[in-house]
């Protein structure tokens, strides 16, 4: 029984898991797909069928009766929401909502108005209150004002409410309606809707209505009030034609005017979804602009290749989907300022009038563009196109702006006929909102695929706007196009063979490039085509001219077949100072054998109209006054080489021209080829190796100052112990953080990671730990000289206790020293500070190779840069001890400090003829030296070593010369520079002038003691 009882229990376990997934699936399944609710479920109660019947009566009078369709409720519900379109009010009145522009006000230059865009979403279609003439419907309606976002949420129905914060407004409201079809204009679907929602309270006793807005927490709690009296009425065309493709609708208040919930009627502009069959029927309205086809225009017989294939359309699309397109500026035109700078057909709001017909930043975006096949009468194929234009301002958001669905003066709908034999899409474009008998579709639209290519024409969509009525045409015909993009080139379009004729290559010359230094700026460089070579179709074409992969060791082999390559590119600058200069045309020749490009470019001027007319050696509209040189980094100069590209772009003309501008010097950060990885690998390893010579010289001259002590120990108490410590603390950091000191480095591990030849390189392991080894080795024999020091100072001081001063003592000498190098960084950081125009105290922040951020304070990178500058300079404790102690001796061997001194320097010499960074990729990584500090630039390359050296000198010269001799010496008229010598410091008897006092019994005990206490 308990085993029955326990199966039981687990079916009933196992049932009720089954029944929560399908109630959790049935949470996610609405209408028939699946997608997460936005809110709880929604009952919809159609209890105000009576109000609607009446403010919708003049509807169902001109209803008709609704013929039996199995899909109607799908397709009232999925044909008839829009989103994104345009709304629009008559400005004297009551408006429906305020709109916080503070933000936008504080910008003078920003000329941006606000986007009025309304959404609306059909929600339910009820099968059970349906009659002969309606269907009751509910939709819910999202309208606002905003700078930054679009409207493509559906709201949750049931808590319609209005939010606003600064740059954006919008209200939410719901309704419940009717749906009806109508014979009238030609036959129409309508909805007639009333709504209820939170409206944003008017203030009637102010001159400003919304002056709540300019209180501070109006986000959070904006006076609403509530309001059912909110009449919709829709109208969708039945048939989707070039004339027919408008939503046409208008909201009203039905309060009185004297009410606060009252506001003026509301205009509404949209067309119908891509769920919508597009009829092309608009044949006479189409032949009025393209008879007889092709239509003649500039560009028909500009002497370039169209395509004529037959996948027009979809090149078309995929060109021009979410893509910008460029407006030309109307450089030949010759008339009034109103006529040559007006934007074609488009009626120019205040930010496109700004442009002064230049046009700068002003773009079109093709959207919703339909194809269809069809026969002529002479079996001719063609291809019906359809589409609509609309013109952006610069300051909208690009895509925005290819969302939007409103019909508006900045909008073309057109329809037209493509034929392969001559490529040309001749269309016809209606402004805005016209009529059934296409009244306002007065615009010619030429529109082509280029095959050909030049420096003058880089457009592989190109066209023109022009007005029908040539007699009466009220605007210059507007040009426009989409620049090519290398990354293009493939799929269809390729297979037609696209090329490029070079036309500017006998003005290639060469010519020298100077240095420069600019400020920094995004440089992006495409070729287009190398020879006969063009985008990447070649590269499937041409398989055996494509540079086959080879090993890292191989070397590049040049013959005397090689010759001068025709190149053609486009040059993109970003950046303020290169706003009227962001994009180049070049062409001209390469020289793979000095890795050199001599150019000639063509840039895209945006200047006024007048400027441009005036300006009579424009080529298509191009200034190609401008020379180009661009220089690459060679591939076999190993180290010895700046790993950059460098850029020189000057102009032509003379000075007191217009379009003249300065000369452009600009160079990249360091660029890497795939070959040049070998030299990251050996690089380390030659410079691993001039490590281990380096501190193998240090250590033999260290020894040789410890062997040269033995033998003439009464020197040794004048040896400075802060010039020793200098050099101790120098290796110990190292051994206690693991950074190297004596070459400068960044700490980091992920050097050998940086390419994966590395991780296979044991040898380098090798040579890092022998550093290290060499490293403790140094410490530890700086140590012992150090002791050698201390104890033999302990010695003179207890056998003259009385005159302790007649000890050489580093007090004094540590305290001068510190003063000099306080000053010295304080010096360092004001320079600096001055040099690069910026606070001392600056916070960097930087990324290095493994990812991890890292914080740098400047006057803590300029300390570090410092340390490394008092161990270059370890012998000025050694100077201005001699200097008071007044030495007649010579405490260090020349072998010693000349030794040390000239390992101190290989670094700044190696830096100085080598290239600054061997790994462009990981920049941090430095094996010798770090170029990034000041003390490692040029100027400290050299006077570092000057000031090194001058110090070394200095010490032979108070060694070979004793005090006395030099204060004679160093005279400056009547005055001598050294004060007068004392025998404070005076050397005391050595021990073998002592040892000849004793008596012989205590001589060996005395040697014997004295050699212990050396030891």
């Not at 108005?113 to 002969?132: E, G, I, M, Y």
Request: one cysteine or more; a negative charge.
């Amino acid at each position: 029984m308990k085993i029955i009882s326990l199966v039981t229990r687990g079916w009933i376990i196992i049932e009720l898991l089954i029944f929560f997934c399908i109630t959790f699936a049935n949470s996610y399944y609405i209408d028939g797909e699946f997608e997460p609710r936005s809110g709880p479920s929604v009952t919809y109660k159609y209890d105000r069928i009576d109000e609607v019947k009446k403010e919708c009566g003049f509807v169902l009078g001109s209803a008709s009766v609704l013929k039996p369709d199995d899909n109607r409720m799908y397709s009232i519900k999925e044909g008839l929401s829009f989103m994104n379109g345009d709304w629009w009010q008559e400005l004297d009145g009551a408006q429906l909502m305020p709109f916080d522009d503070r933000d936008v006000s504080k910008s003078s230059s920003n000329l941006q108005s606000p986007l009025k865009l309304v959404s609306f979403w059909v929600t339910d279609v009820d099968r059970a209150h349906q009659s002969w003439k309606s269907v009751s419907v509910s939709g819910v309606l999202q309208i606002g004002m905003t700078l930054e976002r679009l409207f493509g949420q559906k709201p949750y129905e049931k808590s319609p409410h209005f939010d606003i914060w600064p740059s954006h407004s919008q209200l939410s409201v719901s309704f419940q309606g009717i749906y009806a079809e109508s014979e009238e204009n030609g036959g129409e679907r309508v909805m007639c809707l009333l709504g209820t929602t939170m409206l944003p309270s008017r203030q009637s006793d102010s001159a400003d209505p919304w002056e709540w807005v300019k209180e501070s927490g109006y986000t959070n709690q904006p006076p609403l009030l509530q309001d059912d009296q909110i009449l919709l009425v829709l109208h969708y065309p039945k048939t989707f034609t070039l004339t027919n493709r408008a939503i046409r609708g208008r909201m009203k208040s039905l309060n009185q005017k004297s009410n606060l919930k009252y506001f003026n009627e509301v205009h509404i502009s949209s067309w119908l979804g891509g769920s919508a069959n597009y009829e092309f029927n608009s044949k006479k309205i189409v032949s009025e602009a393209c008879e007889p086809y092709p239509y003649e225009d500039q560009l028909m017989g500009g002497g370039i290749d169209i395509y004529k294939g037959l996948d027009f359309c979809s090149i078309l699309e995929r060109f021009t989907h979410g893509e910008a397109i460029t407006v030309v500026p109307n450089w030949r035109c010759n008339g009034t300022d109103d006529f040559c700078s007006k934007l074609g057909p488009f009626v120019s709001d205040k930010e496109i009038e700004a442009t002064d017909g230049a046009f700068k930043d002003v773009k079109l975006a093709l959207q919703d563009v339909r194809c269809e096949k069809g026969t002529l009468q002479d079996n001719a194929g063609f291809t019906g196109v359809s589409a609509v234009f609309r013109a952006v301002p610069p300051f909208e958001n690009q895509f925005t702006a290819a969302q939007r669905t409103g019909l508006n003066n900045m909008t073309l709908s057109a329809e037209g006929i493509w034929k392969s034999s001559s490529g040309q899409l001749c269309m016809v474009g209606c402004r805005g909102l016209v009529d059934a008998e296409g009244h306002g579709c007065d615009t010619r639209i030429c529109l082509y695929v280029p095959l050909s290519f030049s420096i003058k024409q880089r457009s592989i969509i190109m066209g023109t706007f022009s007005s029908i009525n040539e007699g009466t045409r009220s605007y210059f015909p507007l040009s426009f196009e989409k620049l090519v993009q290398p990354a293009e080139m493939w799929d269809q379009y390729t297979a037609s063979h696209p090329y490029y004729k070079y036309s500017k290559i006998d003005s290639a010359v060469p010519d020298p490039f100077l240095n420069s230094h600019p400020l920094r700026t995004d440089i992006q460089m495409g070729i287009l085509s190398l020879g006969p070579l063009f985008g990447r179709y070649w590269s499937l074409q041409n398989g055996s001219t494509t540079d086959k992969e080879t090993p890292y060791h191989a070397k590049a082999e040049y013959t005397e077949k090689q010759l001068l390559l025709n190149v053609s590119a486009q040059l993109r600058l970003t950046g303020k100072p290169y706003s009227n200069f962001s994009l180049l045309f070049v062409e001209g020749l390469y020289d793979p054998l000095v890795g050199k490009m001599y150019l000639i470019g063509c840039r895209d001027v945006r200047a006024s109209w007048k400027v441009l007319f005036e300006s009579m050696d424009l080529e298509a509209g191009l200034d190609c006054l401008v020379e180009v040189v661009v220089s690459y980094p060679p591939t076999t100069s190993r180290w010895l080489y700046n790993p950059t590209a460098r850029i020189s772009i000057s102009s032509q003309r003379n000075e007191d021209d217009p379009l003249y501008f300065s000369p452009i010097k600009l160079q990249t950060l360091p660029v890497m080829y795939r070959k040049q990885r070998e030299d990251i690998l050996s690089r380390r390893g030659v410079e691993g190796i001039l490590r281990i010579l380096t501190l193998s010289v240090a250590i033999a001259c260290i020894l040789s100052q410890l062997f040269y002590i033995r033998d003439n120990v009464d020197l040794v108490p004048y040896i400075s112990l802060v010039m020793l410590g200098v050099q101790a603390l120098g290796y110990s950091l190292p051994l206690i953080t693991g950074a190297e000191a004596l070459f400068k480095k960044m700490s980091s591990e992920s050097y050998e990671s940086s390419s994966y030849d590395l991780e296979k390189s044991q040898w380098i392991h090798v040579i890092d730990y022998t550093v290290k080894l060499l490293v403790l080795v140094a410490f530890s024999v700086t140590l012992r000289l150090c002791q050698k020091v201390w104890k033999s100072r302990i010695r003179l001081l207890s056998r003259t206790p009385l005159e302790p001063r007649r000890v050489p003592s580093d007090k004094r000498v540590l305290f001068t020293t510190l003063t000099i190098h306080v000053i010295g960084y304080v010096i360092v950081l004001i320079i600096h500070s001055l040099k690069t125009s910026q606070k001392p105290l600056q916070t960097e922040k930087f990324i290095d190779s493994t990812g991890n951020s890292h914080t740098l304070r400047e006057w803590e990178t300029e300390l570090e840069e410092y340390v490394g500058l008092v161990q270059d300079f370890f012998l000025l404790p050694q100077v201005i001890g001699n200097l008071m102690w007044q030495i007649h001796c010579k405490p260090l061997r020349k072998l010693y400090f000349v030794g040390i001194t000239v390992v101190r320097l290989l670094p700044h010499i190696y830096d100085y003829i080598r290239s600054p960074i061997p790994n462009p990729y990981f920049s941090e990584e430095y094996e010798f030296v770090n170029p990034r500090l000041d003390f490692y630039s040029n100027f400290g390359d050299i006077a570092i070593p000057v000031t090194a050296v001058f110090l070394a000198v200095i010490v032979y010269v108070q060694q070979k010369w004793d005090y006395e001799k030099l204060s004679q010496t160093l005279i400056l008229g009547q005055h001598k520079l050294l004060p007068v010598g004392s025998r404070v410091y005076e050397r005391l008897p050595s021990k073998s002038f002592e040892a000849e006092l004793t008596s012989g019994v205590d001589e060996n005990s005395t040697h014997e003691k004295e050699h212990a206490d050396e030891e």
